[in-house]
């Protein structure tokens, strides 16, 4: 038996195990009631531990009890409705939603891969992909079927242009020159984390900007290597039925709107440079307002309106180009297109609002029990105990990320459950919450082209089919594995570089946490 045959074997084997798990809301829903039992057996038992920063003896509180189930009844509204994803999730899409709407995004990425030189196509298309992450789940949708039409259009194999989309748009999920909507949600749930130890902290949606932006030229040369090295020269020549379909060209409405849009990025980009400048400085210092957004107290940029108001700076300039591209190409005609448009995006967010709900009271049951805390402190311990340095513990971090990322699909539901643990953990070893966010967020990348559970996986099948009717799962795993093990060990390495260096992964975010 090949290599190729037991991998696919092992993987078909995760995508069994992986369909037999209940739905993300509802293994939150068990694992809120396992946290109520573990806390009154914990109670029962006397299980303590002393705070390593305070000294203070923690036990556990017993939710299993009368003012348990009072806690519980009593708050159970608003773990929901301050649970702190929920609501910059929502507010980040609605302004997304406008864009979309108005075919902004859609014709943004088609300008991007067509007018790229020959030369350059493959490397425009896993660019674009990783780009497309700002708005969402947009690039499975458009993108990665763009990707098979534009190399079968070229004389190429298209299921070699699908797998550079599809790398982009899903292995480079932890990439991108702009923040997206993944940024303020992880954040939020980092940062619900990080108070189990520090009650003040505060995680802002740009965490992890600086390696972000590195990161993406990174994955796009590496994703093109791939593509043109390995899956160009295993596919072959294409000998399929497919008949190559006409890329649609930006029309001279849609070239108006972009234009008007153009206009419009640069007017914000200068307001959103004038908020930020610091006060008092050269030219600036007879510039009315100049700094407005900074920090009133210190002048500073770090913990400023402007990096706590990032989803809201996302909500307005997204609304703000996508009504400005709907006018310009008339793809808005009146305000009810524009209220549409926000509609639909939230329409899409059924499900998530339900698993938020159970994941709410989850994460609120953790932290109440303090069990959050024990297990990280004695974890912290044992961890210690064995002597692991931090390049050992980075790199574990990221495997045990991109293992459950295999079961698990949601981004966000793997980290609601890990972050409360793994979180609080590596800050009693000297790991920032950020920085321990950035870890998990590179395991998850890794593993999504090969994840069966990934949310848009058979839809990325029906895409292959087109080209290949024998076309199944393994197909997709056989031709995107090289990328994930590619993208594995670049990134591992970069964090490891980036450790040793000990430069900050974001604004206001630095590698290391004192108590």
Do not use: C
């Not at 980040?92 to 991007?112: H, K, N, P, V």
């Not at 964090?495 to 900050?504: D, E, F, K, R, S």
């Amino acid at each position: 038996m090949n290599s190729a045959n037991i991998v696919s074997k092992i993987l078909g084997g995760i995508e069994k195990v992986g369909n037999k798990l209940p739905h993300p809301a509802t293994l939150f829903a068990m694992f809120a009631v396992l946290i109520i039992l573990l806390s009154g057996v914990a109670s029962v038992l006397n299980i303590s531990t002393v705070h390593p920063g305070t000294g203070e003896i923690v036990k556990p509180f017993n939710l299993f009890s009368n003012k348990g189930f009072h806690m519980i009844m009593e708050n159970m509204v608003t773990n929901f409705t301050s649970f702190a994803p929920l609501g910059t999730v929502l507010t980040a899409l609605l302004g997304i939603g406008i864009a979309e709407a108005s075919g902004l995004m859609s014709t943004s990425l088609r300008l991007l891969v067509i007018s790229a030189p020959k030369k350059l196509l493959t490397f425009a298309i896993v660019f674009a992909g990783i780009l497309s992450n700002t708005a969402s789940e947009v690039g499975y949708v458009v993108l990665v079927p763009l990707g098979g039409m534009i190399f079968l259009a070229v004389g190429r194999h298209p299921i070699a242009g699908i797998a550079a989309a599809f790398a982009g748009v899903s292995g480079g999920y932890s990439a991108n020159l702009l923040l997206g909507t993944i940024d303020p949600l992880l954040a939020g749930l980092s940062e619900e984390a990080a108070r189990i130890i520090d009650h003040t902290y505060v995680v802002n949606p740009a965490a992890n900007y600086y390696f972000m932006f590195i990161s993406t030229f990174f994955v796009a040369a590496i994703g093109t290597w791939v593509t043109e090295k390995l899956i160009v020269p295993r596919l072959g020549e294409y000998k399929g039925d497919a008949k190559p379909e006409e890329i649609r060209e930006i029309s001279s409405l849609e070239k108006r709107g972009l234009k008007y849009t153009l206009v419009a990025g640069i007017i914000l980009v200068v307001l959103l440079f004038w908020s930020a400048v610091p006060i008092n400085t050269g030219f600036w210092e007879n510039v009315p307002m100049s700094g407005f957004l900074r920090d009133p107290e210190t002048g500073g940029l770090l913990r400023s309106p402007f990096m706590s108001g990032i989803v809201a700076i996302i909500f307005l300039v997204a609304g703000i180009l996508g009504v400005v591209y709907g006018i310009g190409a008339k793809t808005l005609k009146n305000d009810n297109d524009v209220i549409k448009g926000m509609g639909r995006s939230m329409s899409t967010l059924g499900t998530y609002i339900v698993l938020v709900f159970f994941a709410a009271q989850f994460v609120a049951y953790f932290n109440w029990t303090n069990l959050g805390l024990i297990f990280a402190i004695q974890g912290a311990d044992v961890i210690t105990s064995l002597g692991m340095g931090r390049i050992p513990l980075l790199i574990s971090l990221v495997l045990i990320s991109a293992f459950i990322n295999l079961v698990i699909g949601s981004a966000s539901a793997k980290w609601a459950i890990m972050a409360p643990v793994f979180i609080p953990m590596f800050m009693l070893l000297g790991y920032s919450p950020e920085f321990t966010q950035l870890a998990y967020r590179v395991g998850d990348s890794v593993t999504n082209i090969i994840a069966p559970m990934m949310s848009y996986f058979a839809m990325i099948v029906a895409f292959i089919e087109k080209y290949d009717k024998k076309a199944g799962i393994g197909t997709i795993i056989a031709t995107m594995l090289p990328y994930s093990i590619v993208f594995l060990i670049t990134w591992l390495a970069m964090l490891i570089v980036w450790t040793l260096v000990g430069a900050p992964i974001g604004p206001g975010a630095p590698l290391f946490f004192e108590l």
